[in-house]
């Protein structure tokens, strides 16, 4: 939102807040004087500076002031058609490509979500309102959250009038949030938000969760200010000694005091403080957020030592349907499904939960299954030249079918632009992603849908299916060549 800055500066000046505005002018640090809640202007410019280099990794300011109408360059046919699809394969290519370096990850999470509801809220440079669009990302945020992490717990908090209110209480089950969230769309946003006062009941929350699991609060703030009853400071203490890690995203400008804070409690690393640039950075900042953390070995107060493996009981009942209803142990409303405890018998209605009468934690091991690709993730695919695509011989997608651009003649291998427009960083000119381990070619949709829901490659899954089962191997030729027989159909088609 850099045209937008111009905004809250003057909006700011009314309001008798302290600007400090940086040269270069497209990330603001604002710290206000009406609260102990924010460090004062002296001695952070370094750090900040330092710190600002660091967040460009993560900042859109890059891709904001990129260009993008320059790149459109007119097809043969002159249409801009082409470089159209190009620039959507791109975006959905840009995020697919991320790191998968294997990292130690906290796969049990308890995460408090603490939605501002403030004042501030209020502004429309968000549209609809800065207020609709975090509740709708708010429900987003727990369904995807809960597709996952589904053995992990969540609770939801909000800042209003200088208090911290509480939305829906810790637990696994994101229906109930998702209501809670709901019932804020009659309500208007109001008040002066306290930092303070969300991050000392969130603590309060996660004081009780067992340690084999992380602690971490996730902060959408609007405001600039945080109107506090104490020094926060003591606050950011208690969070480093409680291991809660707080990651906060911004809606408006840089606040000091919110960078202090995910540093501090991330062992040094701010680079969970993120300041939404438009609404599609902010939906992109909230997803994040879904991708569970990685395991910081040094922590602030020791090493390894702190955090040693230790092994989880887990209870993995199966579904018992009862002839007559009884009562669940966890709500006592009569039903005739649900889950025995594999440990004390008690009869859960939902799983994953933690038994009611002997606390021991129940899933199913699709659960598992479902959090382990956040561990060992599937390699990113490789484009695949025209030169690849001529030798391999692929036509069609492994996945779905859908047939390639034809391999053009050799001569126009080299210019990537022929035929297929202005190829932007990161796309295949051929329309072909390569699984780097079973080399077989899939196009764009399969890739990011391999990469984004089934986490799976489908050519190295069903290779081992082939070896075991013969005839499902023959079912899939005669499948390839329907396809091909249409396609050749559909070919003639495009050249009459
Ligand atoms: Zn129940
Ligand atoms: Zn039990
Ligand atoms: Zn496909
Ligand atoms: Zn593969």
């Not at 008798?16 to 040269?23: C, F, G, H, L, S």
């Not at 209003?160 to 969230?181: K, Q």
């Not at 779905?400 to 932007?424: I, N």
């Given at each position: ?146 597709e996952q992490n589904p053995i992990s717990q969540l609770g939801v908090l909000g800042m209003r009038d200088g208090l911290a209110v509480r939305i ?159 009562l669940c142990a966890c709500h006592s409303t009569p039903s005739r499904g649900g889950y025995l405890c594999s440990r004390c018998g008690s009869k ?78 990161g796309i295949s000119v051929s329309g072909r992603y390569e699984c780097t381990v079973c080399q077989r070619h899939f196009c764009i949709d399969c ?50």
């Amino acid at each position: 939102m850099a045209d937008s800055d111009d905004e809250y500066v003057a909006e700011a000046s009314e309001k008798d807040i302290e600007i400090d505005n940086d040269d270069d002018g497209d990330d603001d640090e604002l710290g206000t004087g009406s609260g102990a809640a924010i460090s004062g202007p002296g001695g952070r410019a370094a750090r900040s500076r330092d710190a600002r280099r660091k967040k460009k990794g993560r900042g859109g300011a890059e891709w904001e002031v990129s260009r993008t109408w320059e790149t459109l360059v007119e097809g043969a046919d002159g249409t801009i058609s082409a470089t159209v699809e190009g620039l959507l394969e791109a975006g959905k290519r840009k995020r697919l490509l991320r790191d998968t370096t294997p990292l130690q990850r906290g796969i049990i999470r308890h995460l408090i979500l603490v939605l501002d509801l403030s004042f501030a809220m209020a502004e429309k440079d968000l549209r609809p309102t800065r207020y609709l669009l975090t509740l709708r990302y708010a429900q987003e945020f727990v369904q995807e959250f809960f597709e996952q992490n589904p053995i992990s717990q969540l609770g939801v908090l909000g800042m209003r009038d200088g208090l911290a209110v509480r939305i829906s209480d810790m637990s696994g089950n994101p229906t109930e949030h998702i209501l809670a969230i709901q019932a804020l769309l009659t309500k208007d946003p109001k008040g002066l938000p306290s930092l303070q006062n969300a991050l000392e009941m969130a603590r309060g929350a996660l004081f009780h969760t067992p340690t084999h699991g992380t602690r971490e609060v996730l902060i959408i703030f609007g405001a600039l200010l945080s109107s506090d009853p104490g020094d926060i400071h003591t606050t950011i203490q208690t969070l480093v000694s409680d291991k809660i890690r707080v990651s906060i995203i911004g809606l408006a400008a840089q606040v000091a005091i919110c960078r202090e804070l995910c540093a501090k409690t991330n062992a040094g690393d701010d680079s969970v403080y993120g300041v939404a640039l438009n609404e599609q950075h902010f939906r992109e900042l909230v997803m994040d957020a879904t991708t569970p953390p990685v395991t910081h070995h040094t922590t602030a107060t020791g090493s390894a030592k702190d955090n040693p493996a230790s092994l989880l009981m887990m209870g993995f009942p199966s579904r018992t349907l009862d002839p007559f209803p009884s009562l669940c142990a966890c709500h006592s409303t009569p039903s005739r499904g649900g889950y025995l405890c594999s440990r004390c018998g008690s009869k859960v209605c939902s799983l994953p939960a933690s038994c009611p009468a002997c606390g021991l934690t129940l899933i199913l091991s699709t659960h598992l299954a479902r959090s382990y690709h956040h561990l060992f993730p599937l390699m990113n695919w490789v484009e695949v030249s025209w030169q690849r695509a001529a030798a391999a011989k692929s036509e069609n997608c492994f996945a779905c079918g859908l047939a390639f651009p034809r391999v053009p003649p050799r001569a126009q291998w080299g210019d990537a632009g022929a035929g297929s427009g202005v190829t932007a960083k990161g796309i295949s000119v051929s329309g072909r992603y390569e699984c780097t381990v079973c080399q077989r070619h899939f196009c764009i949709d399969c890739d990011v849908f391999a990469h984004e829901v089934v986490h799976n490659c489908p050519g190295c899954q069903s290779g081992i299916v082939q070896r075991e089962e013969t005839t499902i191997g023959n079912g899939n030729a005669n499948g390839n060549a329907e396809l091909k027989g249409q396609q050749e159909q559909v070919d003639a088609m495009d050249t009459g």
